[in-house]
């Protein structure tokens, strides 16, 4: 997990520490999360993307509460 590309801060590995937790929730494991303040990019692996695109609303229904105006699946495989 990384922020902006750069080793996460301290009250950032709280909120991607939840995500991880909600993602693992609905079985999509493997993630790469990455924080572009106010984007969540969530990398999966090409396996799992169908499966988080049919949970797409209930993750940002889920996510956006932890600070992030947008949360984006990212089409590159992890």
């Given at each position: 997990?990384?922020?902006?590309?750069?080793?996460?801060?301290?009250?950032?590995?709280?909120a991607?520490?939840?995500?991880?937790?909600?993602?693992?929730?609905?079985q999509?494991?493997?993630?790469?999360?990455?924080?572009?303040?106010?984007?969540?990019?969530?990398?999966?692996?090409d396996?799992?993307?169908?499966?988080?695109?049919?949970?797409?609303?209930?993750?940002?229904?889920?996510?956006?509460?932890?600070?992030?105006?947008?949360?984006?699946?990212?089409?590159?495989?992890?």
């Amino acid at each position: 997990m990384e922020k902006d590309n750069t080793p996460l801060q301290d009250d950032s590995s709280a909120a991607f520490t939840q995500i991880e937790q909600i993602l693992h929730e609905f079985q999509i494991e493997n993630v790469s999360l990455f924080d572009h303040d106010p984007v969540l990019r969530i990398q999966v692996s090409d396996a799992q993307f169908a499966r988080a695109l049919q949970l797409r609303e209930t993750l940002v229904e889920r996510i956006k509460p932890l600070g992030y105006r947008f949360v984006a699946i990212d089409l590159d495989e992890v």
